[in-house]
C-alpha cells in the first residue's frame, strides 16, 4: 500500500490496515500530555497514533512520507533499509 492509497482510506480503514499491518517502531509522549503516542511503519510511511494514557482508546492517527517523520522519532527509528 502506498501512502496516497492510505490517505484515501476512511479512518476506520486506515485503522483496520494499521492494525494488521503496522510495525509499531517507536513511542513518545510529547509536552507533559496526557496522550502516548506510537509511530508504526506501513510499507515504506509512517503513521502516528495518539493513545488516552492506557492505550485503549485511539484519539488521532497521521500518516507521514519518511521524509516527514517527526523530529521526536528520528533516534528510534531506523529508515536505512527504505527505497524510495
Not at 496522550?35 to 488521532?60: C, I, K, P, T
Amino acid at each position: 500500500m502506498t501512502y496516497s492509497e492510505f490517505q484515501y482510506l476512511s479512518d476506520n480503514e486506515k485503522a483496520d490496515c494499521l492494525w494488521d499491518r503496522g510495525k509499531p517502531v517507536a513511542k513518545c509522549r510529547k509536552d507533559e500530555a496526557s496522550e502516548n503516542f506510537v509511530l508504526y511503519q506501513l510499507d515504506a510511511f509512517y503513521v502516528e497514533v495518539a493513545y488516552r494514557n492506557d492505550f485503549v482508546e485511539m484519539l488521532s492517527l497521521q500518516a507521514f512520507e519518511t521524509s516527514q517523520i517527526p523530529l521526536i522519532y528520528l533516534d528510534q527509528v531506523d529508515i536505512s533499509g527504505l527505497q524510495h
